[in-house]
């Protein structure tokens, strides 16, 4: 279970793999997490498929019906506020089965980072661990995300609670000052470099020492000043 939040919505990509003890499959039942709906199943042998939002279900029938091992792969997606914002996750869960273990594992895009997160029914793992085939891809085939935390889970309850904030900007800057001593005033001259080291800034804000005031401000990159 692979969880992409984000301003405004929050994607899901679950990995669902089958292993028969006995038997053909030849249809699935599937409990959603609370608020995601399906949007697609693919990359196994499903045939048609429904997703009841009430009940939170997906059902699906398995064409052709299986003996062994198969997998298949389900897409959702949920609607959510700006950022910052809280979110309740839990793993997609097959009904009926006898066994179950799986990973839950949270990525970020440029515009989000989680701030703070607790678990219950999970373990850490390294996010090395983790199937990194269903991070989203460019055409080259570069990850659209980072996958940062991933966890390891069994039976029981299984939920992790998420605090997702904007990405903040980073920024270093340098500055070299000349400082000009006159009969009747002080005149300094700055030369400030800033480099933009995450995430992007329309505005910058400089603190001038009391007593001075701003002649003119000029730069590459500079717009306008007040």
């Known amino acids: 279970?692979?969880?992409?939040?984000?301003?405004?919505?929050?994607?899901?990509?679950?990995?669902?793999?089958?292993?028969?003890?006995?038997g053909r499959v030849s249809a699935l039942t599937m409990k959603v997490p609370a608020g995601f709906t399906v949007s697609d199943v693919?990359?196994?042998?499903?045939?048609?498929?429904?997703?009841?939002?009430?009940?939170?279900?997906?059902?699906?029938?398995?064409?052709p019906a299986q003996n062994e091992g198969f997998a298949f792969t389900i897409e959702t997606q949920r609607g959510a506020g700006t950022l910052p914002m809280d979110l309740?996750?839990?793993?997609?869960?097959?009904?009926?089965?006898a066994g179950e273990i799986g990973f839950l594992a949270l990525a970020f895009g440029e515009?989000?980072?989680?701030?703070?997160?607790?678990?219950?029914?999970?373990?850490?793992?390294?996010?090395?661990?983790?199937?990194?085939?269903?991070?989203?891809?460019d055409k080259v085939g570069n990850p659209l995300a980072l996958l940062q935390n991933a966890f390891r889970y069994g039976t029981g309850k299984v939920v992790a609670q998420v605090k997702v904030a904007a990405v903040a900007p980073e920024l270093r800057a340098e500055s070299w000052q000349?400082?000009?001593?006159?009969?009747?005033?002080?005149?300094?001259?700055?030369?400030l470099s800033v480099m933009i080291t995450r995430s992007g800034v329309f505005r910058l804000a400089v603190e001038v020492p009391e007593g001075l005031e701003i002649e003119t401000a000029t730069g590459e990159g500079l717009s306008h000043w007040t």
């Open 88 to 97: 309740s996750l839990e793993p997609i869960h097959v009904t009926g089965t």
């Open 42 to 63: 693919v990359d196994g042998p499903v045939g048609s498929w429904r997703f009841d939002p009430g009940k939170r279900e997906l059902r699906l029938s398995v064409e």
């Open 178 to 191: 000349l400082v000009s001593l006159g009969e009747d005033r002080l005149v300094v001259a700055t030369d």
């Open 1 to 22: 279970n692979l969880f992409l939040p984000g301003p405004g919505v929050v994607n899901g990509r679950h990995r669902v793999s089958i292993r028969p003890a006995q």
């Open 111 to 137: 515009e989000a980072q989680p701030e703070a997160i607790q678990v219950e029914g999970l373990s850490r793992v390294n996010p090395e661990d983790f199937n990194a085939k269903l991070l989203p891809r």
